[in-house]
Protein backbone atom coordinates (compact mmCIF):
# COMPACT_ATOMS: atom_id res chain seq x y z
CA UNK A 1 0.00 0.00 0.00
CA UNK A 2 1.49 3.20 -1.26
CA UNK A 3 1.78 5.34 2.19
CA UNK A 4 3.87 7.79 4.19
CA UNK A 5 4.78 6.92 7.68
CA UNK A 6 5.20 9.09 10.61
CA UNK A 7 6.90 8.42 13.96
CA UNK A 8 5.59 8.62 16.64
CA UNK A 9 1.94 9.69 16.21
CA UNK A 10 1.90 11.63 19.61
CA UNK A 11 4.81 12.77 21.98
CA UNK A 12 5.03 14.57 25.10
CA UNK A 13 8.75 16.41 26.04
CA UNK A 14 10.19 18.76 27.51
CA UNK A 15 11.77 22.27 26.63
CA UNK A 16 15.64 21.36 25.26
CA UNK A 17 15.28 18.03 24.94
CA UNK A 18 16.58 17.16 21.37
CA UNK A 19 13.65 14.89 19.30
CA UNK A 20 13.57 13.43 16.07
CA UNK A 21 10.30 13.02 14.00
CA UNK A 22 10.82 10.48 11.11
CA UNK A 23 9.30 10.01 7.70
CA UNK A 24 9.41 7.61 5.61
CA UNK A 25 7.62 7.33 2.36
CA UNK A 26 7.31 3.46 -0.58
CA UNK A 27 6.23 5.22 -3.80
CA UNK A 28 10.09 6.21 -4.43
CA UNK A 29 8.87 10.19 -5.12
CA UNK A 30 11.36 12.86 -5.31
CA UNK A 31 9.68 15.75 -3.63
CA UNK A 32 9.21 15.37 0.74
CA UNK A 33 8.11 18.10 2.72
CA UNK A 34 6.85 19.11 6.49
CA UNK A 35 4.37 21.29 7.48
CA UNK A 36 3.19 22.04 10.64
CA UNK A 37 -0.83 22.91 11.14
CA UNK A 38 -2.02 25.17 14.24
CA UNK A 39 -5.25 26.65 14.79
CA UNK A 40 -6.30 29.41 12.65
CA UNK A 41 -3.24 29.08 10.42
CA UNK A 42 -3.71 26.17 9.00
CA UNK A 43 -0.61 24.55 7.11
CA UNK A 44 2.54 25.97 7.08
CA UNK A 45 5.41 24.80 5.26
CA UNK A 46 8.86 24.12 7.34
CA UNK A 47 11.21 22.87 5.02
CA UNK A 48 11.17 20.58 1.95
CA UNK A 49 13.32 18.30 -0.33
CA UNK A 50 13.44 18.39 -4.26
CA UNK A 51 15.50 15.08 -4.06
CA UNK A 52 18.63 13.42 -2.23
CA UNK A 53 20.58 15.99 -0.42
CA UNK A 54 18.68 18.65 -1.94
CA UNK A 55 17.12 20.70 0.92
CA UNK A 56 15.37 24.41 1.16
CA UNK A 57 13.69 26.53 3.81
CA UNK A 58 9.70 26.90 3.38
CA UNK A 59 7.65 29.67 5.71
CA UNK A 60 8.58 28.68 8.88
CA UNK A 61 11.84 26.95 9.16
CA UNK A 62 13.40 28.53 12.62
CA UNK A 63 14.26 26.01 14.92
CA UNK A 64 13.97 23.07 12.59
CA UNK A 65 16.51 21.00 10.86
CA UNK A 66 16.09 18.38 8.05
CA UNK A 67 17.93 16.28 6.46
CA UNK A 68 17.55 13.59 3.01
CA UNK A 69 20.20 11.31 3.09
CA UNK A 70 17.96 8.46 1.51
CA UNK A 71 15.33 8.64 -1.27
CA UNK A 72 12.84 7.67 0.90
CA UNK A 73 13.35 9.22 4.39
CA UNK A 74 12.67 12.57 5.54
CA UNK A 75 13.23 13.30 9.51
CA UNK A 76 12.31 16.41 11.00
CA UNK A 77 14.70 16.93 13.77
CA UNK A 78 13.73 19.81 16.68
CA UNK A 79 17.35 20.61 18.42
CA UNK A 80 16.49 22.52 21.20
CA UNK A 81 12.40 22.18 21.15
CA UNK A 82 10.25 25.08 23.30
CA UNK A 83 6.57 25.61 23.57
CA UNK A 84 5.85 27.23 20.42
CA UNK A 85 6.92 24.55 18.55
CA UNK A 86 3.66 22.49 20.35
CA UNK A 87 1.54 21.79 17.28
CA UNK A 88 0.35 18.97 14.75
CA UNK A 89 3.20 18.07 11.86
CA UNK A 90 2.69 16.92 8.80
CA UNK A 91 5.20 14.87 6.53
CA UNK A 92 4.35 14.50 2.59
CA UNK A 93 5.56 13.47 -0.60
CA UNK A 94 5.20 13.86 -4.17
CA UNK A 95 6.46 11.96 -7.28
CA UNK A 96 8.41 15.31 -8.02
CA UNK A 97 8.92 19.03 -7.53
CA UNK A 98 7.15 20.42 -10.40
CA UNK A 99 3.01 20.49 -9.98
CA UNK A 100 2.24 17.65 -8.55
CA UNK A 101 -0.36 16.44 -5.76
CA UNK A 102 0.88 15.64 -2.32
CA UNK A 103 0.22 12.62 -0.24
CA UNK A 104 0.33 13.21 3.49
CA UNK A 105 1.02 11.13 6.95
CA UNK A 106 -1.60 11.15 9.26
CA UNK A 107 0.48 13.31 11.78
CA UNK A 108 2.13 13.49 14.70
CA UNK A 109 0.89 15.73 17.55
CA UNK A 110 4.38 17.38 19.44
CA UNK A 111 3.84 18.78 23.06
CA UNK A 112 6.25 20.32 24.59
CA UNK A 113 6.06 21.59 28.21
CA UNK B 1 0.95 38.17 5.07
CA UNK B 2 -1.99 35.52 4.47
CA UNK B 3 -1.10 34.99 0.86
CA UNK B 4 -3.56 32.23 0.10
CA UNK B 5 -6.96 32.95 2.53
CA UNK B 6 -10.21 30.99 3.18
CA UNK B 7 -12.39 33.80 4.58
CA UNK B 8 -15.05 31.18 5.97
CA UNK B 9 -14.50 29.37 9.06
CA UNK B 10 -17.20 26.98 8.16
CA UNK B 11 -20.23 26.14 6.20
CA UNK B 12 -23.14 23.93 6.84
CA UNK B 13 -25.08 22.91 3.41
CA UNK B 14 -28.22 20.58 3.29
CA UNK B 15 -27.51 16.81 2.00
CA UNK B 16 -28.15 17.07 -2.24
CA UNK B 17 -27.09 20.49 -2.28
CA UNK B 18 -24.27 22.49 -3.72
CA UNK B 19 -21.21 23.14 -1.68
CA UNK B 20 -19.47 26.41 -2.70
CA UNK B 21 -16.09 26.57 -0.89
CA UNK B 22 -13.79 29.84 -1.82
CA UNK B 23 -10.14 30.78 -1.75
CA UNK B 24 -8.46 33.90 -2.61
CA UNK B 25 -4.89 34.42 -3.35
CA UNK B 26 -2.45 37.58 -3.48
CA UNK B 27 0.75 36.19 -5.16
CA UNK B 28 0.30 36.14 -9.28
CA UNK B 29 3.19 34.32 -9.61
CA UNK B 30 0.64 31.42 -8.04
CA UNK B 31 -0.04 28.76 -11.28
CA UNK B 32 -0.73 25.28 -9.75
CA UNK B 33 -3.59 25.57 -6.77
CA UNK B 34 -4.61 22.21 -5.23
CA UNK B 35 -8.01 21.36 -2.62
CA UNK B 36 -7.32 18.87 -0.12
CA UNK B 37 -9.84 17.30 2.33
CA UNK B 38 -9.00 16.38 5.80
CA UNK B 39 -10.56 14.30 8.61
CA UNK B 40 -10.27 14.36 12.02
CA UNK B 41 -7.04 12.37 13.21
CA UNK B 42 -5.80 11.90 9.87
CA UNK B 43 -3.67 14.02 6.89
CA UNK B 44 -5.27 15.74 4.46
CA UNK B 45 -5.60 13.67 1.69
CA UNK B 46 -5.75 15.33 -2.26
CA UNK B 47 -9.05 15.91 -3.81
CA UNK B 48 -8.13 18.23 -7.35
CA UNK B 49 -6.02 20.35 -8.59
CA UNK B 50 -6.21 23.16 -11.35
CA UNK B 51 -3.11 25.02 -13.35
CA UNK B 52 -3.18 28.61 -14.48
CA UNK B 53 -3.90 27.83 -18.00
CA UNK B 54 -6.87 26.36 -17.28
CA UNK B 55 -10.04 27.94 -15.93
CA UNK B 56 -12.24 24.80 -15.08
CA UNK B 57 -11.50 21.45 -14.30
CA UNK B 58 -13.90 18.53 -12.91
CA UNK B 59 -13.65 14.87 -11.50
CA UNK B 60 -16.38 13.05 -10.77
CA UNK B 61 -19.09 15.66 -8.25
CA UNK B 62 -15.92 17.93 -7.51
CA UNK B 63 -15.28 20.82 -9.97
CA UNK B 64 -12.97 23.42 -9.38
CA UNK B 65 -13.01 26.74 -10.59
CA UNK B 66 -10.13 29.75 -11.13
CA UNK B 67 -10.61 33.11 -11.59
CA UNK B 68 -7.02 34.69 -12.68
CA UNK B 69 -8.04 38.23 -13.26
CA UNK B 70 -9.99 37.66 -9.76
CA UNK B 71 -6.66 35.95 -8.07
CA UNK B 72 -9.77 33.70 -6.83
CA UNK B 73 -10.58 30.10 -7.29
CA UNK B 74 -13.20 27.87 -5.87
CA UNK B 75 -14.68 24.20 -5.03
CA UNK B 76 -17.90 23.02 -5.78
CA UNK B 77 -19.24 19.94 -4.38
CA UNK B 78 -22.67 18.40 -6.21
CA UNK B 79 -24.66 16.76 -5.18
CA UNK B 80 -23.43 17.61 -1.33
CA UNK B 81 -23.06 14.01 0.77
CA UNK B 82 -22.19 13.67 4.90
CA UNK B 83 -19.52 11.76 3.94
CA UNK B 84 -18.33 14.95 2.69
CA UNK B 85 -18.07 16.43 6.19
CA UNK B 86 -14.75 17.41 6.63
CA UNK B 87 -11.89 20.27 6.66
CA UNK B 88 -10.76 21.63 3.14
CA UNK B 89 -7.88 23.49 2.42
CA UNK B 90 -6.94 25.02 -0.88
CA UNK B 91 -2.92 25.08 -1.36
CA UNK B 92 -1.25 27.42 -4.18
CA UNK B 93 2.21 27.00 -5.58
CA UNK B 94 4.33 28.37 -8.43
CA UNK B 95 6.60 27.68 -11.59
CA UNK B 96 9.96 28.07 -10.38
CA UNK B 97 9.20 27.16 -6.50
CA UNK B 98 8.54 24.61 -4.92
CA UNK B 99 7.02 26.11 -1.81
CA UNK B 100 3.24 25.34 -1.22
CA UNK B 101 0.97 27.63 0.48
CA UNK B 102 -2.06 26.67 2.21
CA UNK B 103 -5.49 28.11 3.42
CA UNK B 104 -6.47 28.17 7.01
CA UNK B 105 -9.00 26.12 6.07
CA UNK B 106 -12.76 25.92 5.80
CA UNK B 107 -14.82 23.30 7.92
CA UNK B 108 -17.96 21.50 5.78
CA UNK B 109 -20.95 20.31 7.38
CA UNK B 110 -23.28 18.34 4.99
CA UNK B 111 -26.28 17.51 6.98
CA UNK B 112 -28.41 15.06 6.18
Known sequence: EAQVTQNPRYLITVTGK?????CSQNMNHEYMSWYRQDP???LRQIYYSMNVEVTDKGDVPEGYKVSRKEKRNFPLILESPS???TSLYFCASALSAGNQPQHFGDGTRLSIL | DQQVKQNSPSL??????????????TNSMFDYFLWYKKYPAEGPTFLISISSIKDKNEDGRFT?????????????????????????????????????????????????
Open chain 2, 64 to 112: VFLNKSAKHLSLHIVPSQPGDSAVYFCAAGGSGTYKYIFGTGTRLKVLA
Open chain 1, 40 to 42: GLG
Open chain 2, 12 to 25: SVQEGRISILNCDY
Open chain 1, 18 to 22: KLTVT
Open chain 1, 83 to 85: PNQ
